[in-house]
C-alpha cells in the first residue's frame, strides 16, 4: 500500500488532510481547521447528539445518508465518502432556510439553540431518505440521540412533518455520486501522521494480509468505544486498521441456511437483518443506542469489544449464533458462547479477526425475545439484557437457551434454568420453580446501575414475561392504548 491524504467530498470539492493525527476527530477537524462551528461540542461521547452530522456513501448504485457523531468519529473514516454539515443545508433551499431550519424556526422549536444544528441534521438524514412525510414514530426514533434540555420535544417532531408539507430541498446527488465514484478510483488508504498509521485494506485477503503483518495494530470499525479511550481518557490506541473499506465484511445473506452478517455491517444493517430473520429482535433493535450510534457502529465491534453489557450478545447466544474467526487465509468456526473467557478477554488469536456472525435457521415454533432494561428507554447502558429462545411440544418445553449480559463479567448462558425447564410442563409452577434456579445461577455486580438484588429480581421478572408474552397477556403498551 502507497501513502496518501485523506479525501472526502465537502462543500462541492475533494477535500484532502494531511499531516493531522490518525485519531483527530470529524468535530475537532470542522470546528478547529475549517471553523464549521455550527457543529456543536457536547458530551464528547455520542450521548448528546449536539455533534450530529451527515455521511453519504455509494450504496447499491444510490447515495445513502445517515446521520453520525462526529465527536467519535475518525478523521480518517471519512476518507471516501461525502460530509454534511448544518452549514449546508440552507443552501440547498431556493434562497432562505432550508425546509427543516424554517420548520424549526416557525414551530418555535429552539431555545438556547445549541442542540438545535444536532437535531437539524439528524431530522436531514431521516428527511432526505423519505419521498414522503415519515411515519410520527420515525421522526421520534431519529432524535433519540438528540438531547434538549429547554425546548421539549414536541415542537422539534412537529417540525419534520411541516418541513416535508413544502417543496423539496434535496443534495445533488449525481454531483455527489460522481465525487464518490472519483474518491473510489482512489488507491486503499494508508495515511501516516504522527508516528502512527491508519491503513484501510479493501478486501478480506488485504485485510489478513495486514492483520498477520501488524498484529499489534487495533482493528477498528466504528469507532464508537474506541474513540472514547481518546476523547475521554486520552489514550493513544497506536496504529489503526479500519474494516470499513472491506466490502465482504458488510455483506448480509439469508436463506435457508440461516443468517450470516459481516462483522462490520453497521448496527443500522445488522439489526434490520436481525428483525427480519425474527420479530424478536424489534424492541432491542429499537432501543439499542441511538441511530448515529447505529449508523456508525458495527456488529462485529460490539461481539469482538467483549463488553459484558453488550446488549446484542444475549440475543445472538441465546439462538446459538456461532463466529467465523480468520487468520491469515484459515478460518474458523466458534460458537459465541465460547468467544468470551472473563472480562473483556475472548478466544482472538495474535493476527485473528472476526469475519461474520451465523445464525442458524430458525426451528419450527420457536418463540424468541430479547429485553433490556435500563433506566431510560433510549441511549442507555443496560443494566441488564436477557434473551430466551424457547419451543414447546405438546405444552411442554421442548428446547430452551436462556442468556443474560448484565449478570456476570461476560455475557453467559443459563444452563442450570435451562436444565430446569426442559421437558416441564410450560407453565406457572415451572416458571416458578426456574425462577428459583436463576436466582442462585449468577453472581450479579452492584453498580451505579443496579444492584446485584435488583439485577436477579429483573432477570426472574423477564422469565414470567416470556411466560405471559407466550400466553398473549396484554403488554403495558396495549393496555395504555386501551385507555
Given amino acids: 500500500?502507497?501513502?496518501?491524504?485523506?479525501?472526502?467530498?465537502?462543500?462541492?470539492?475533494?477535500?484532502?488532510?494531511?499531516?493531522?493525527?490518525?485519531?483527530?476527530?470529524?468535530?475537532?477537524?470542522?470546528?478547529?481547521?475549517?471553523?464549521?462551528?455550527?457543529?456543536?461540542?457536547?458530551?464528547?461521547?455520542?450521548?448528546?447528539?449536539?455533534?450530529?452530522?451527515?455521511?453519504?456513501?455509494?450504496?447499491?448504485?444510490?447515495?445513502?445518508?445517515?446521520?453520525?457523531?462526529?465527536?467519535?468519529?475518525?478523521?480518517?473514516?471519512?476518507?471516501?465518502?461525502?460530509?454534511?454539515?448544518?452549514?449546508?443545508?440552507?443552501?440547498?433551499?431556493?434562497?432562505?432556510?432550508?425546509?427543516?431550519?424554517?420548520?424549526?424556526?416557525?414551530?418555535?422549536?429552539?431555545?438556547?439553540?445549541?442542540?438545535?444544528?444536532?437535531?437539524?441534521?439528524?431530522?436531514?438524514?431521516?428527511?432526505?431518505?423519505?419521498?414522503?412525510?415519515?411515519?410520527?414514530?420515525?421522526?421520534?426514533?431519529?432524535?433519540?440521540?438528540?438531547?434538549?434540555?429547554?425546548?421539549?420535544?414536541?415542537?422539534?417532531?412537529?417540525?419534520?412533518?411541516?418541513?416535508?408539507?413544502?417543496?423539496?430541498?434535496?443534495?445533488?446527488?449525481?454531483?455527489?455520486l460522481a465525487a464518490l465514484d472519483a474518491l473510489a478510483a482512489l488507491p486503499a488508504l494508508d495515511y501516516r501522521a504522527g508516528g502512527r498509521r491508519f491503513v484501510a485494506p479493501r478486501s478480506i485477503e488485504a485485510l489478513a494480509a495486514a492483520r498477520l503483518a501488524a498484529p499489534e495494530a487495533r482493528l477498528v470499525a466504528g469507532a464508537t468505544d474506541l474513540a472514547l479511550t481518546v476523547t475521554k481518557q486520552l489514550r493513544d490506541p497506536g496504529d489503526l486498521i479500519w474494516l470499513g473499506a472491506v466490502p465482504e465484511l458488510k455483506a448480509i445473506a439469508g436463506g435457508a441456511r440461516g443468517l450470516s452478517i459481516g462483522a462490520a455491517a453497521s448496527l443500522t444493517d445488522a439489526f434490520a437483518a436481525l428483525v427480519d430473520f425474527d420479530p424478536g429482535w424489534a424492541e432491542l433493535a429499537r432501543r439499542f443506542a441511538a441511530p448515529p450510534v447505529r449508523n456508525a457502529g458495527t456488529l462485529g465491534g460490539n461481539i469482538a469489544n467483549g463488553s459484558p453489557i453488550g446488549d446484542a450478545m444475549p440475543g445472538l447466544i441465546a439462538l446459538g449464533a456461532r463466529l467465523v474467526l480468520r487468520r491469515g487465509t484459515q478460518r474458523r468456526s466458534l460458537p459465541l458462547e465460547d468467544f468470551y473467557l472473563a472480562y473483556q478477554r475472548t478466544a482472538l488469536a495474535a493476527g485473528e479477526f472476526v469475519e461474520a456472525v451465523e445464525l442458524p435457521p430458525a426451528p419450527a415454533g420457536r418463540l424468541f425475545r430479547c429485553w433490556k432494561i435500563a433506566k431510560r428507554p433510549d441511549q442507555d447502558i443496560s443494566a441488564l439484557c436477557g434473551a430466551f429462545s424457547l419451543t414447546l411440544v405438546d405444552g411442554h418445553v421442548n428446547d430452551v437457551r436462556i442468556a443474560f449480559g448484565g449478570m456476570a463479567a461476560t455475557p453467559r448462558r443459563a444452563p442450570a434454568t435451562e436444565a430446569a425447564l426442559r421437558g416441564r410442563p410450560w407453565n406457572a409452577a415451572s416458571i416458578d420453580a426456574a425462577g428459583a434456579v436463576l436466582a442462585g445461577e449468577f453472581t450479579p455486580l452492584d453498580d451505579l446501575r443496579a444492584s446485584a438484588a435488583y439485577r436477579r429480581q429483573a432477570a426472574a421478572g423477564l422469565l414470567r414475561r416470556l411466560w405471559l408474552d407466550s400466553r398473549g397477556a396484554p403488554r403495558l403498551t396495549d393496555l395504555e392504548a386501551l385507555e
Fill in 1 to 176: 500500500m502507497n501513502e496518501r491524504p485523506i479525501h472526502f467530498y465537502f462543500r462541492g470539492a475533494i477535500q484532502q488532510v494531511d499531516g493531522i493525527e490518525t485519531t483527530h476527530t470529524v468535530l475537532r477537524y470542522l470546528r478547529e481547521h475549517l471553523h464549521a462551528t455550527g457543529t456543536k461540542e457536547g458530551c464528547g461521547e455520542g450521548d448528546c447528539g449536539a455533534c450530529t452530522v451527515v455521511v453519504g456513501e455509494r450504496v447499491d448504485g444510490r447515495l445513502q445518508l445517515r446521520a453520525i457523531n462526529a465527536c467519535i468519529h475518525f478523521l480518517p473514516m471519512l476518507d471516501g465518502k461525502a460530509l454534511f454539515t448544518v452549514e449546508d443545508l440552507a443552501p440547498l433551499a431556493s434562497g432562505g432556510l432550508h425546509p427543516l431550519q424554517q420548520a424549526l424556526v416557525d414551530r418555535h422549536a429552539s431555545q438556547c439553540g445549541f442542540c438545535t444544528p444536532g437535531f437539524a441534521m439528524s431530522l436531514f438524514a431521516l428527511y432526505a431518505s423519505h419521498a414522503g412525510t415519515p411515519p410520527r414514530a420515525a421522526v421520534i426514533d431519529a432524535i433519540a440521540g438528540n438531547l434538549c434540555r429547554c425546548t421539549g420535544y414536541r415542537p422539534i417532531v412537529d417540525a419534520l412533518p411541516a418541513a416535508c408539507a413544502q417543496p423539496r430541498a434535496d443534495i445533488d446527488r449525481p454531483a455527489v
